[in-house]
């Protein structure tokens, strides 16, 4: 591509943000959209309605993963991906995700009004259920492809109501053994998703896109700590064997085990704390956290689980409770392709932009695909790094810049 400024839309791209965001469970400016929900289903149908506009080759795979595909020259080589998620969390916004997808939507646009014939075929992937809200686990879908889930304990899936991911994805209309979703390595040539930061640091430093380098990854667990209770009056503080007070204790050694690695990328969090019984005047008797531990190398992050687990034996022995721990998920951190990063940094100095390379901190499909196909991440910047929430926001000054970039890096890619 030359230097020329593409032929990108970046009014037809913003308003049908602003559409996919009015198909919620919730009314503007709230976005809910959980997976297999009527919201989800509707949404799905927009964006396969602009796929097809645009004349792209549309399937679905069993769990509910859709691929758009411009077909190249030649078919037969394994295409280039992009893509990202459109289900929404409960109280998000607009951009989380749906840049991706419809950005992604809008840079094979872009390639094809200026006439460029890829060789690779260039294919959108919208995929399932990247927020854990329903089932309690993110990035199904991409998970399954990665066969990193397998279908028996995808089978065990349930919400909250019971319902089984079995259940749901037949209500949908999505059928097919869940075997066939995993697919092997190579099935994309490389894979690009373009999202938003969800941190502050692009805007904080002037900067239009950011290249990335590595993603972090997660090792959640479900803490539960049992004491004795009894009435808050009756009896003393020296017998006392209080669950919270423990479950306290041991919040604060995860936050001085990730602080103590001396890395900027350690981090750890306590997101969820459920008390039992929950009376004002009553002993906690049972506590159940989860623990979020997240690094981008595995080795650091595995060393905080270590010191929790010490840190638990210690406190379960001190104040005479029971501590029991159950791992959740510890998925790899994610190494990005360099050969995608030096073709992102290409294309934002060919197109003007100022850049960065930088570090991921949130999940993201591209974890997942990155173990079946050389993976990386492009960002934009969101305003004071908010997202999430339904004041988050990106610029379509921004959303501009990252469409540019990834639309030329496709058509390098794709070459």
């Not at 400024?5 to 959980?34: C, F, H, K, N, W």
């Not at 951009?95 to 094979?108: K, N, Q, S, W």
């Not at 969090?269 to 159940?288: D, H, K, Q, Y």
């Amino acid at each position: 591509m030359s230097s020329a400024r593409p032929s990108l839309s970046i009014d037809r791209l913003i308003g049908e943000l602003q559409t996919l965001a009015r198909i919620s469970e919730a009314g503007p400016p709230v976005v809910t959209r959980v997976v297999f929900s009527e919201a989800d289903m509707r949404a799905r149908a927009y964006v396969r309605e602009l796929c097809d506009e645009a004349g792209l080759s549309i399937s679905n795979d069993a769990v509910g993963n859709t691929f758009a595909r411009w077909i190249g020259s030649e078919r037969d080589l394994a295409p280039i991906g992009t893509g990202s998620h459109i289900d929404a969390i409960p109280n998000a916004g607009l951009y989380d995700g749906c840049v991706g997808v419809l950005g992604g939507l809008e840079a094979i646009r872009v390639l094809q009004q200026l006439g460029f014939k890829p060789r690779r075929s260039i294919e959108l992937v919208i995929f399932t259920a990247e927020e854990p809200t329903r089932f309690g686990i993110g990035c199904l879908g991409s998970r399954m492809m990665a066969n990193v889930l397998a279908p028996a304990q995808a089978r065990a899936l349930r919400d909250k109501e019971g319902q089984g991911l079995e259940e749901l994805r037949a209500k949908t209309g999505f059928t097919g053994a869940l075997e066939s979703v995993a697919v092997k390595p190579g099935r994309f040539h490389k894979f690009l998703e373009l999202h938003i930061e969800q941190g502050p640091y692009l805007e904080e430093e002037g900067l239009d896109v950011g290249l990335v380098t590595h993603i972090a990854a997660p090792a959640s667990q479900r803490v539960v700590i049992e004491g004795e209770g009894g009435h808050a009056g009756g009896q003393l503080m020296p017998g006392r064997k209080d669950a919270l007070t423990a479950a306290a204790e041991l919040i604060l050694a995860l936050e001085a085990a990730a602080k103590s690695t001396g890395a900027i990328d350690t981090v750890g969090t306590v997101g969820i704390c459920e008390v039992f019984p929950g009376a004002v005047n009553s002993i906690p008797s049972r506590v159940s956290i989860t623990t979020d531990v997240r690094d981008t190398e595995s080795t650091r992050r595995d060393g905080v689980l270590e010191a929790l687990r010490r840190a638990s034996e210690d406190i379960a022995a001190r104040r005479g409770v029971k501590i029991a721990t159950e791992l959740i998920n510890a998925d790899p951190p994610t190494t990005c392709d360099p050969e995608i990063l030096d073709a992102l940094e290409d294309s934002a100095s060919a197109a003007g932009k100022k850049s960065k390379r930088m570090v991921a901190r949130a999940y993201h499909d591209s974890s997942f695909v990155s173990c079946f196909a050389p993976t990386a991440m492009l960002f934009i910047p969101c305003r004071d790094g908010v997202s999430h929430r339904p004041d988050e926001y990106a610029s379509p000054e921004w959303i501009e810049s990252g469409v540019h970039v990834l639309s030329r890096t496709l058509a390098t890619l794709a070459s």
